[in-house]
């Protein structure tokens, strides 16, 4: 009579997806350049930061903050 072996269960962890996002509100683009609120909107006023709007609401493309990022090393 044979024995049978019992199954091996083996942990694995857990698969995490992560949403990266293509446009930021301002206070998240504020966070991003490590602003404040008040100075992006100023930044938006200005033109110097990009902006599209979706209805009402005001966002800010993840590319515009690297663009502004680009021509403040430019600019140094």
């Given at each position: 009579m044979s ?9 694995t ?5 992560a ?6 509100r301002?206070e ?7 602003l ?8 938006i006023r200005s033109?110097?930061?990009r902006?599209?709007k ?5 966002r800010?493309?993840?590319t515009?903050?690297?663009e502004?990022?680009?021509t ?5």
């Amino acid at each position: 009579m044979s024995t049978a072996t019992p199954p091996v269960y083996v942990e694995t962890a857990p698969t995490i997806t992560a949403v990266v996002p293509l446009l930021y509100r301002v206070e998240e683009a504020a966070e991003a350049l490590r602003l404040s609120r008040s100075q992006v909107y100023e930044l938006i006023r200005s033109g110097a930061l990009r902006t599209v709007k979706i209805g009402g609401r005001r966002r800010v493309p993840v590319t515009a903050c690297a663009e502004y990022v680009n021509t403040l090393e430019v600019a140094a």
